[in-house]
């Protein structure tokens, strides 16, 4: 498609002044058909082109000659476009006034990469620049992100730039092991990646000119738009937009459009008491469309019942609640993630589903609460402030623990299509009014996904405010999702930061669990001399209490700590003595430790032994789920490698692989590729085990999983000095030796010089 009409078809478009989804309203299309159209990949239909002349009030006759030559010129075949980030809230359907603002930001998208937005609370500054944003989708197809940095958000600490970089980074696809920890690296990574793309990033609220320094874009085609309260000055090189109140005739507009019509009365008074201030005038109008009887006088009459400040609009607003309404609007004040969905909302409120989503929409039309995204709701800054101080002597306790137990709730019913064998006795002290569907296990694993964000804030928020079972409840099952995802270290911490609670129940149960995970978490990031005490006093606990799986799985740690520093007969002497203890009843525990023992077998070079043990298992463990069935393959196929059977390891690995991709467990496919690529090795296939060597690197330092990095570098760098390449087997065990060393890992240290020495 001609470069030319695309152009004359995006200056159409900004004449409009309007959003995709109006434009194509008026012109009877869709919202994707236009936005081909204007980014070049399509040629519309000529009465397209007229209906968009139509709407910016331009002739189309000078069109038909650009439209022909597009039309007639040769169509190439354009492929369809890699799925990219856009993060942006929903726009203002009726986005009135802010004409001149608005075309000097659109302008400045075509000569320039920053422009700051500043003005006072509620004045629109993130209103004009979302819709400004959604204008300019089709010329940003790199994405479009959008983070709110909280720096005026009450009760909120802003997001400091080493936080916000993270999730930029992230937003653009970066793995977490890719991005480092320092706040400069992480900048000077953010441009490098900026500079590749035509995105437009969009950062809300800002603190000041330190806040966002660090954000800025250097080279390339991107596009930031900031907006703070403050005007950054300081900022060389960004264009500034100041906004201020609405002017009479535009505050007017606004106010009709969000009334839903004009009224009678006096709209310069209601304005007035407004103080033409945007989200002023949009909460004042939202209460007049919805009292068909009131007049503009009488709504005037309810702004002079005080001394007008702006809080005071919205305190006008909830004079207007009903008890119900407004008790829940002082509790999503309380909310302490990012938003929260109905089935949340009821949990928070302690009332029905239905009820709480009656409430919801509710505040949502009356524009105290967004749903920026169906069924998320959230708040506007001010807004929470608002609520926090409409019930500000209310203790937050209640509600928190109540939310608490909703997120512990949902993740129990995460936990139940996993085979988690260690008893985790949570309490959930209110079961929440309801809870989403989550019988399904990719349903189930979205949901976690989701609301992870928030459970985190919600666990925060339970540790300091020491609301005890919810704290240790959530703090133990985040296991199910690090499980999946990577980042041990922050379970650690999590579980370290709300073992005082466990301690405070003085559940012993709970506490042998508590005690339990954060041995077998520090195991998992290579502290052993710090997860051997944990995991024996868990044992202490355990056997105080009769938990004898828990006991025999806790000896199944132990084990494996021993393995790891290179003593698999003692390994293989505990897990012994955990098989002692199951009766034949446990067959899930007794499928665990059965592979465990095989494992600890392969070790030692007994693999006849360790096949047999495992065997007898593996159907059990079919019953059980699927990655119990694919602990089993591991070590079979290990096994079978030991036995020269090498096409055999190749296929179990294999099995393996595609197990723990169906479950969506990237952490244990790195596992199964690590030995994928080590069989491909003895087989001669060099450049196919190069590969599936590299997935799994790539996928452990996505996560973060340092630990798991050196324990695949290590036995693939075994693999390829047993097969002659002994420069692939050096540069894998010195990669093992310096992750090892600068983690502290000494038990790899010793380990990758081992085979360093042995290389040369």
């Not at 990469?113 to 993130?126: F, L, N, Q, S």
């Not at 992230?170 to 480092?180: E, W």
């Not at 441009?191 to 995105?199: C, D, K, M, P, V």
Request: glycine share 8%; charged share 25%.
């Amino acid at each position: 498609m001609s470069e030319e009409l695309a152009e004359r078809l995006r200056q159409l478009r900004d004449l409009t002044g309007r959003s995709l989804r109006e434009l194509a309203r008026d012109v009877h299309g869709s919202s994707s058909s236009l936005s081909r159209y204007f980014s070049g990949q399509a040629v519309p239909p000529w009465p397209t082109v007229v209906a968009l002349c139509k709407a910016a009030g331009r002739d189309p006759r000078p069109m038909r000659e650009v439209w022909e030559r597009a039309k007639d010129g040769p169509q190439t075949s354009v492929a369809a476009p890699a799925s990219v980030r856009n993060d942006l809230p929903h726009d203002i359907t009726a986005f009135t006034g802010r004409r001149e603002e608005l075309a000097a930001l659109l302008g400045a998208a075509r000569n320039t990469t920053m422009v700051a937005i500043d003005g006072m609370g509620g004045v629109g500054k993130t209103a004009l620049a979302v819709h400004a944003a959604h204008l300019l989708t089709a010329d940003f197809p790199g994405g479009q992100l959008y983070l709110d940095l909280h720096g005026f958000t009450p009760g909120r600490e802003r997001i400091e730039p080493a936080e916000a970089l993270r999730v930029l980074l992230t937003a653009l696809g970066l793995p977490p092991g890719r991005i480092p920890d320092g706040v400069a690296e992480r900048a000077a990574l953010w441009r490098s990646e900026l500079a590749t793309r035509r995105a437009i990033v969009l950062l809300d609220n800002a603190a000041d000119a330190d806040h966002v320094r660090e954000l800025l874009p250097g080279a390339g085609q991107s596009f930031v738009v900031i907006t703070s309260r403050r005007r950054l000055v300081e900022l060389d090189d960004v264009q500034p937009i100041s906004l201020d109140v609405l002017p009479a005739q535009e505050a007017a507009e606004l106010f009709a459009a969000s009334a839903g019509g004009t009224r009678p009365g006096d709209v310069g008074e209601v304005l007035r008491r407004c103080g033409n201030l945007p989200l002023a005038i949009r909460v004042a109008a939202a209460r007049l469309r919805h009292r068909p009887a009131w007049t503009l006088d009488t709504l005037v009459e309810r702004l002079r019942e005080g001394e007008l400040a702006v809080s005071e609009v919205f305190g006008m607003s909830l004079r207007q609640l009903d008890p119900a309404q407004r008790r829940m609007f002082g509790l999503l004040g309380l909310v302490p993630g990012e938003d929260i969905d109905a089935y949340g909302a009821a949990a928070l409120a302690g009332i029905p589903l239905g009820n709480a989503r009656c409430l919801l929409e509710d505040l949502v039309d009356v524009h105290l609460v967004q749903e920026p995204a169906a069924g998320r709701y959230r708040m506007h800054d001010l807004l929470r402030q608002v609520a926090r101080a409409d019930d500000a002597a209310a203790d937050p306790v209640p509600a928190i623990a109540r939310l608490g137990d909703y997120y512990l709730s949902g993740m129990l019913a995460v936990k139940k299509l996993m085979e988690i064998i260690i008893p985790l006795p949570v309490i959930v002290s209110q079961p929440p009014p309801a809870l989403p569907d989550l019988l399904g296990y990719d349903t189930a694993v979205d949901w976690l996904d989701t609301e992870w964000i928030n459970i985190t804030a919600t666990f925060e928020l339970a540790v300091e405010l020491r609301i005890d079972a919810p704290a240790v409840g959530l703090g133990q099952l985040a296991t199910i999702s690090h499980a999946r995802r990577g980042g041990t270290a922050q379970l650690v911490h999590g579980l370290r930061i709300s073992m005082p609670a466990a301690e405070r129940l003085g559940e012993r149960r709970m506490l042998a669990s508590h005690r339990y995970l954060l041995g077998a978490v520090l195991m998992r990031v290579g502290r052993l001399e710090e997860a051997v005490p944990e995991l024996e006093t868990a044992r202490v606990l355990m056997a105080a209490e009769g938990d004898i799986i828990g006991q025999a799985i806790t000896l199944l740690q132990l084990a494996e700590i021993r393995e790891y520093a290179a003593d698999a007969e003692v390994a293989v002497e505990l897990l012994r003595q955990a098989a002692a203890l199951l009766p034949p009843c446990e067959a899930a525990a007794r499928v665990r430790v059965c592979t465990g023992l095989g494992q600890a077998l392969v070790q030692l070079g007994k693999y006849g032994e360790a096949r047999e043990i495992v065997s007898e298992v593996i159907e059990t463990a079919r019953g059980l789920d699927r990655q119990t069935e694919r602990m089993c393959l591991d070590v079979l196929g290990r096994a079978a490698l030991g036995l020269s059977d090498v096409q055999t390891a190749l296929d179990l690995a294999e099995r393996a692989v595609a197990l723990s991709r169906a479950t969506r467990h990237p952490i244990f496919e790195a596992t199964s590729l690590t030995d994928t690529a080590v069989a491909l090795r003895h087989l001669g296939r060099a450049e196919e085990a190069t590969a599936r060597h590299a997935e799994a690197i790539r996928i452990l330092e996505r996560a973060g999983e340092r630990h798991r990095m050196v324990r695949s570098l290590l036995p693939y760098a075994r693999a390829c000095l047993a097969t002659g390449d002994r420069n692939a087997a050096a540069r894998h065990f010195q990669e093992a030796l310096e992750i090892a060393t600068a983690d502290s890992l000494s038990y790899l240290v010793s380990a990758a010089r081992a085979g360093l020495t042995q290389v040369s």
